[in-house]
């Protein structure tokens, strides 16, 4: 089955930690997205990267960073600089030349102790 | 101002009810909409496209106002299946989509 798998479902990071989530994909996509959601309000991308090698800030990048060294696969790192860790994260991805068009991931659930 | 918004939720409706959903966006220039569905801690689906001259996917329409920048989803004979967050998205020139806060329906028996 080709899709995009993310991992772990549920992640739990100490003050000062860094975590890293990860996101697979298997849909030969160019292009990779990472959101953040909070509760009751939408997605805000952090990081995307349209090729390997590659990658730019999204609007909230800050606390973030991310690596893109095989099409497959866009690890984003959760830093201790990012005060307020806590939310849902989702991974996505799309062809080159159809951003709009964009496949997610089932998500990874951060929660600070 | 947000970029995209929606109309504060929750909606709760009977089963059998006709529910509207509306949504205003700002970038004139936004090139493509859509609205996905969100189970609860799932991750967001495409729902449908919306396109000018409006369409139709069974007991689901959308329409888009381009004049007004306004998005609406209507769903028709609500089913208990329907209960979820639905997220008004935009994809702008600048090659991104941008979501909505998401309206919560939900449909009781």
């Known amino acids: 089955d080709g899709g995009i798998t993310q991992s772990p479902k549920y992640l739990f990071r100490k003050e000062g930690q860094n975590v890293t989530l990860s996101c697979e994909q298997n849909?030969?996509?160019?292009?990779m997205y990472w959101y953040r959601q909070d509760p009751g309000q939408g997605l805000r991308l952090i990081y995307y990267?349209?090729?390997?090698?590659?990658?730019q800030k999204g609007d909230i990048a800050e606390g973030y960073s991310v690596s893109r060294e095989k099409k497959e696969s866009f690890p984003l790192t959760v830093t201790s600089a990012q005060k307020n860790p806590t939310a849902f994260y989702l991974c996505?991805?799309?062809?080159?030349?159809?951003?709009?068009?964009?496949?997610f991931g089932p998500g990874t659930r951060l929660l600070v102790l | 101002r947000k970029e995209v918004e929606q109309d504060p939720g929750p909606f709760n409706v009977p089963e059998g009810a006709t529910v509207a959903f509306n949504c205003t966006y700002s970038n004139s220039a936004s090139q493509s909409f859509f609205w996905y569905r969100q189970d609860c801690r799932k991750e967001p689906k495409l729902l449908m496209s919306?396109?000018?001259s409006g369409n139709e996917d069974g007991r689901f329409t959308a329409q888009l106002n381009r004049a007004s920048q306004y998005i609406s989803l209507l769903i028709r004979d609500s089913k208990l299946s329907d209960s979820a967050t639905y997220l008004c998205v935009v994809y702008n020139q600048g090659g991104k989509l941008i979501f909505g806060q998401g309206t919560e329906l939900s449909v009781k028996p």
């Open positions: 996505a991805s799309s062809e080159w030349g159809s951003q709009e068009t964009q496949y």
């Open positions: 849909l030969n996509h160019d292009a």
């Open positions: 919306v396109y000018s």
């Open positions: 990267s349209q090729i390997v090698n590659d990658f």
